[in-house]
């Protein structure tokens, strides 16, 4: 069967600013001193099971020309341009009524767009093993990464008996406090929630039109008029009647033949500034350090410069991000709440800097 991917790369990455801002996020970025910007990396290991030509990419009618000049080899009609934000559920919704125009049926792999993977064989053989599961009937396929230690950012899967190379989902829950995250490695039952996805688009059409009609149908008005004349009045008028829902709540914590393959091949999410020090390598000190920067004296410091020169004297545990018009320095024991410098931002009608 034909495998087609679908990269969802709509957000925003605030928690990267602000490096990321509303013209450039987080995923058309780079954060490894490779140069590769995170969609890049996402397409390039994909292309050992998926043809280019089968790639799509999902993404706000703003970044059209980022997706163009980043990805060249991805053809123009597969980037398919939300006119507003509207969670996963549409996203796939919309993206899968399409495909389904060129495919009677096909394997859809769902992937993030701005995560980062340390061992990509690894990572291609558990697709493959996806696949294979999501041939199956209507199974829905989610891959969860095996935790090693008690994360309390993620959300989690809740496996049960094994089938073949795969395990039925008893439940999804959500981010859990300390004490519970411990309570679920300890009980080797429990995955973190990637938000990867593998099906046949005729699975998770099925499931979308058993469990929100409506979003269904807006989606087959949109696959229909993709193609003619018609099709950007018709999007903008189904798409922006969806109501906002993620595809965790609206499907997976819902639907029957929900499985998962448990994962560990390096994975990252790369949710905020603390991940750069992870994906990088670092000095004798725990500093990691890109730009014109001296340091004295600074241990566990991450600092991102730009055109000046930055020095770091004495710093314990701080990230310093420069831009042309913006610094941020922050704890990494707050790197979170990164989000409430841009909604002070907003308050002030700043959204220059937004």
């Given at each position: 069967?034909?495998?087609?991917?679908?990269?969802?790369?709509?957000?925003?990455?605030?928690?990267?600013?602000?490096?990321?801002?509303?013209?450039?996020?987080?995923?058309?970025?780079?954060?490894?001193?490779?140069?590769?910007?995170?969609?890049?990396?996402?397409?390039?290991?994909?292309?050992?099971?998926?043809?280019?030509?089968?790639?799509?990419?999902?993404?706000?009618?703003?970044?059209?020309?980022?997706?163009?000049?980043?990805?060249?080899?991805?053809?123009?009609?597969?980037?398919?341009?939300?006119?507003?934000?509207?969670?996963?559920?549409?996203?796939?919704a919309f993206a899968a009524a399409v495909i389904s125009r060129k495919y009677d049926d096909a394997i859809m792999l769902v992937l993030p767009s701005d995560h980062l993977i340390g061992y990509e064989d690894i990572y291609i053989n558990t697709l493959k093993k996806a696949v294979k599961a999501a041939e199956k009937g209507k199974r829905l396929v989610t891959i969860g990464i095996t935790p090693e230690y008690p994360e309390t950012g993620y959300g989690y899967i809740n496996f049960g008996e094994e089938k073949g190379d795969?395990?039925?989902?008893?439940?999804?829950?959500?981010?859990?406090?300390?004490?519970?995250?411990?309570?679920?490695?300890?009980?080797?039952?429990?995955?973190?929630?990637?938000?990867?996805?593998?099906?046949?688009?005729?699975?998770?059409?099925?499931?979308?039109?058993?469990?929100?009609?409506?979003?269904?149908?807006?989606?087959?008005?949109?696959?229909?008029?993709?193609?003619?004349?018609?099709?950007?009045?018709?999007?903008?008028?189904?798409?922006?009647?969806?109501?906002?829902?993620?595809?965790?709540?609206?499907?997976?914590?819902?639907?029957?033949?929900?499985?998962?393959?448990?994962?560990?091949?390096?994975?990252?999410?790369?949710?905020?500034?603390?991940?750069?020090?992870?994906?990088?390598?670092?000095?004798?000190?725990?500093?990691?350090?890109?730009?014109?920067?001296?340091?004295?004296?600074?241990?566990?410091?991450?600092?991102?410069?730009?055109?000046?020169?930055?020095?770091?004297?004495?710093?314990?545990?701080?990230?310093?991000?420069?831009?042309?018009?913006?610094?941020?320095?922050?704890?990494?024991?707050?790197?979170?709440?990164?989000?409430?410098?841009?909604?002070?931002?907003?308050?002030?009608?700043?959204?220059?800097?937004?």
């Amino acid at each position: 069967m034909k495998i087609t991917a679908v990269i969802m790369a709509g957000g925003r990455g605030e928690r990267f600013w602000p490096k990321s801002r509303n013209a450039s996020p987080k995923q058309f970025l780079s954060l490894t001193k490779d140069g590769e910007t995170m969609i890049q990396k996402t397409v390039k290991r994909l292309l050992p099971i998926v043809e280019a030509e089968d790639i799509y990419i999902v993404t706000n009618a703003a970044y059209k020309e980022l997706v163009f000049n980043q990805l060249p080899a991805v053809p123009k009609e597969n980037v398919l341009l939300e006119p507003c934000a509207r969670n996963t559920a549409p996203c796939i919704a919309f993206a899968a009524a399409v495909i389904s125009r060129k495919y009677d049926d096909a394997i859809m792999l769902v992937l993030p767009s701005d995560h980062l993977i340390g061992y990509e064989d690894i990572y291609i053989n558990t697709l493959k093993k996806a696949v294979k599961a999501a041939e199956k009937g209507k199974r829905l396929v989610t891959i969860g990464i095996t935790p090693e230690y008690p994360e309390t950012g993620y959300g989690y899967i809740n496996f049960g008996e094994e089938k073949g190379d795969v395990y039925a989902v008893e439940r999804f829950v959500e981010k859990p406090d300390l004490p519970t995250a411990k309570e679920y490695l300890a009980s080797g039952r429990y995955l973190w929630n990637s938000g990867m996805f593998v099906w046949k688009i005729s699975s998770v059409m099925y499931n979308i039109k058993e469990f929100m009609p409506d979003i269904y149908e807006g989606a087959m008005r949109i696959g229909k008029a993709f193609g003619t004349d018609g099709f950007e009045d018709t999007l903008v008028k189904e798409f922006t009647a969806f109501r906002s829902e993620s595809i965790d709540f609206g499907i997976m914590e819902k639907a029957s033949h929900i499985y998962t393959i448990p994962g560990s091949f390096g994975w990252d999410d790369v949710g905020s500034w603390l991940a750069v020090e992870r994906i990088n390598e670092t000095d004798d000190d725990n500093n990691f350090i890109d730009g014109d920067i001296i340091t004295v004296d600074a241990k566990r410091t991450t600092v991102c410069g730009g055109k000046r020169l930055i020095a770091a004297v004495g710093t314990r545990d701080i990230i310093i991000v420069d831009t042309d018009d913006v610094l941020l320095v922050c704890s990494k024991n707050n790197t979170q709440d990164v989000k409430k410098v841009i909604a002070q931002l907003r308050e002030q009608n700043r959204n220059e800097l937004v």
